[in-house]
């Protein structure tokens, strides 16, 4: 299964963007899809997670209260909608499943990662 990421662009600071999260060749049959970016010159972070069980979501403080995650389950898909967007937003954003538990912070127990797709927000 490949997961693809989509939806990126480029957004002045306070405006939104709805990212998808999609599964081809195979069941979405993930224990969590998580949503990670990488900013330039800087380590990839953990931006949420949903698990599939039960929509149970988390996210980084930095983006609390602004992004959400969602989940559409007829379109095996996962969603990031970010709204009142930053300049420091600015990332390539990556969606990862992950089939076992594992630590929900660590990309290491992801095993399944999108392209990316790059998110800009002018200021």
């Known amino acids: 299964v490949q997961l693809q990421a989509s939806g990126g662009g480029l957004v002045q600071a306070g405006g939104s963007l ?16 998580a949503w990670f970016r990488q900013a330039p010159g800087k380590e990839r972070e953990f931006v949420g997670a949903i698990r599939w069980s039960d929509s149970m979501t988390h996210y980084a403080d930095s983006v609390k209260g ?35 538990v594992g630590q929900l912070r660590d990309q290491r127990d992801y095993n399944y990662w999108g392209q990316g797709t790059l998110v800009t927000v002018s200021s």
Do not use: H, W
């Not at 709805?18 to 060749?25: E, Q």
């Open 18 to 33: 709805r990212l998808a999260c999609a599964a081809s060749g195979g069941s979405f049959t993930f224990y969590r899809i």
């Open 66 to 100: 602004r992004f959400t995650i969602s989940r559409d389950n007829a379109k095996n898909a996962v969603y990031l909608q970010m709204n009142s967007l930053k300049p420091e937003d600015t990332a390539v954003y990556y969606c990862a499943g992950a089939r076992l």
